[in-house]
């Protein structure tokens, strides 16, 4: 058997993602072969980040022996990057102080995030052996709404009073940066921990040491209180480039700071449901391809199961037309174009406008210019669509020109139908409190497909002089 080589690239020259997959099959064929000092060297450089990917990638009952290889600092770190589901399976091959040292160092808001992913009984069980200070900063987290600012926000901050000297501040940073999660921003209260002001690590590398905190602070403070939505807290962070936003209570006093890492997760789990809520797919936040297929059918079905029966409705309006479709046959043809180019317009028009919703994009505009300029795009596509529509079922499929016609004109009717459909929908269930996203794709092609079948068959009575 060939023995395995060390990695004899240096990381730098690889992409970031081929690190994980080189890292993890290295520790593969050196666990394999009992190698531990030289599947313990290959994670000297590598990120934790990186590290935990490849231990995701492992067989399981490789995955505890590859994560005792850490360091505990190193542990700790790699651990909080983990999928919930490696956590868990990790904790089930921990000892009692392995569970203590890894839960214990963590920071409050990722062990609050973890534990709320775990069942109830290991819950109590790691509550039970986690120390009162532990607990209370987590318990404080775990109290505040899910999706909140409270409960993704961190109470591991530097604060300062207005009365300190930089050269104090300094040494307050020096002493208190071992348990603060972010060093960049200090946070100065008054005397009832009220929020006052804001200084950046620049502010005081670049002051003298003499000079009050009072005097270099930023009194204007951008802060989110702990019930604000997390996706708003993300908004937020973009919109003026903090690496953190401070958190507060309704007395607004200090609770707690969100970094951009929390700020990224929000945001990539919030535009992951977007996504499934476009596709009609139920979502919890739960890894979708972890989940059981009876989970994935029964999250799926949902709204297929809604749009069976609503489509009912399209097939008793076609089926009230038989005399027609008896006399010109070559309608029915035509039926699918109609109705999938609807559904696709609509969709297109929900799309942007969600995404606009999401992204602050049409606070300026208003739902009525934003769905006249809808109507007009709608009008402009079923133009263009109709036309060669009408083109191509006279030359090429040979139908009379009435019939043209009609399916060219009912092509521009549906297209402004759905566009308009498409970008008032999402307003209407945004102001009735309902998801725009997972309630509009149903609903719009519900409407377009009972409305444009029903303009189809009345313009073809017009234009056939039936």
């Known amino acids: 058997m060939t023995e395995p080589q060390p990695i004899s690239s240096p990381l730098g020259t690889l992409s970031r993602r081929e690190i ?14 009992g190698d531990l000092q030289g599947a313990k060297a290959i994670l000297v450089p590598v990120q934790p980040v990186d590290i935990a990917e490849a231990i995701e990638g492992m ?52 062990r609050a995030r973890l534990l709320d992913e775990l069942p109830s009984k290991v819950v109590r069980r790691l509550r039970a052996q986690l120390s009162p200070t532990e607990w209370q900063s987590t318990a404080l987290l775990m109290g505040y709404e899910s999706g909140t600012a409270g409960r993704v926000m961190t109470p591991e901050y530097i604060s300062v009073r207005e009365n ?17 999660e972010i060093i960049y921003y200090l946070y100065v209260m008054d005397s009832d921990r009220r929020l006052t002001g804001i200084v950046s690590l620049r502010d005081l590398v670049i002051s003298s040491p003499e000079e009050k905190i009072s005097e270099i602070m930023t009194q204007d403070v951008v802060f989110v209180h702990t019930d604000t939505d997390g996706e708003e807290v993300s908004r937020l962070i973009q919109r003026y480039d903090f690496l953190a936003i401070p958190v507060v209570d309704r007395e607004q006093r200090l609770v707690g700071v969100i970094t951009i890492d929390d700020a990224i997760d929000i945001m990539e789990q919030e535009t992951t449901e977007d996504i499934y809520a476009l596709g009609g797919v139920q979502s919890d936040g739960d890894n979708y391809f972890e989940m059981s297929l009876w989970t994935v059918a029964r999250r799926r079905v949902v709204w297929l199961f809604v749009l069976l029966l609503t489509n009912t409705v399209t097939g008793s309006i076609i089926n009230s037309q038989k005399d027609l479709l008896q006399q010109v046959v070559v309608l029915t043809a035509f039926i699918p174009l109609l109705t999938g180019t609807g559904g696709n317009v609509g969709a297109q028009s929900s799309t942007v406008v969600i995404r606009g919703m999401n992204t602050d994009e049409l606070r300026l505009l208003g739902p009525m210019k934003v769905i006249f300029r809808e109507g007009i795009a709608g009008a402009l596509l079923g133009t263009i669509l109709g036309t060669l529509a009408t083109i191509w079922a006279y030359f090429l499929l040979q139908v009379n020109i ?19 459909a498409g970008s008032s929908l999402p307003f209407l269930f945004r102001a009735i409190k309902l998801d725009p996203a997972l309630m509009s794709a149903p609903f719009i092609t519900t409407a377009v497909d009972v409305l444009g079948v029903l303009i189809y068959f009345n313009l073809a009575k017009l234009f056939l002089g039936l």
């Open 20 to 33: 994980p997959d080189l890292v993890r099959s290295q520790l593969e064929a050196l666990l394999k072969q």
């Open 59 to 110: 067989p399981e009952a490789m995955q505890a022996i590859a994560f005792r290889l850490l360091s505990k600092q190193e542990a700790t770190e790699v651990y909080e990057h983990l999928d919930t589901s490696v956590q868990q399976v990790l904790l089930e091959d921990f000892k009692r102080q392995d569970v203590l040292d890894i839960i214990g160092n963590m920071s409050p808001d990722d």
């Open 164 to 180: 300190m000297s930089v050269s104090q501040t300094l040494e307050r940073i020096r002493t208190l940066s071992p348990v603060a």
């Open 402 to 420: 009435q019939v043209a016609f009609c399916v060219g004109v009912s092509l521009i009717a549906i297209s402004i139908l759905a566009s308009v």
